[in-house]
Nanobody
């Protein structure tokens, strides 16, 4: 089992920035891919960004150029730097991990991000 704990959510005005952090513990050997997903009210959870153990990244089109995902393998952390935030970025953001990005197995409890207009 892997435990993921997110931090860094909050309320920000449109155009502002937030940085989300996630630390993993437990069976770290099973972690290869890590990523961030989000779920807005009344909508399905969707991919925001993923990163492999070697640093290959993938972003949703809606966040390209505004969000940056990074990880520290030594500390078992993954961060999401979010710039130029928009009201439509409002959602609960979840940290995820797994052997491959297409099949995330472990999820954090989520952190709320609210962007006001």
């Amino acid at each position: 089992q892997v435990q993921l704990v997110e931090s860094g959510g909050g309320l920000v005005q449109a155009g502002g920035s937030l940085r989300l952090s996630c630390v993993a513990s437990g069976s770290i050997f099973s972690i290869r891919a890590m990523g961030w997903y989000r779920q807005a009210p009344g909508k399905q959870r969707v991919l925001v960004a993923t990163i492999t153990q070697t640093g290959t990244t993938n972003y949703a089109d809606s966040v390209k150029g505004r969000f940056t995902i990074s990880r520290d393998n030594a500390k078992n952390t993954v961060d999401l730097q979010m710039n130029s935030l928009k009201p439509e970025d409002t959602a609960v953001y979840y940290c995820a991990s797994g052997l491959i990005a297409a099949a995330m197995k472990f999820w954090g409890q989520g952190t709320q991000v609210t962007v006001s207009s």
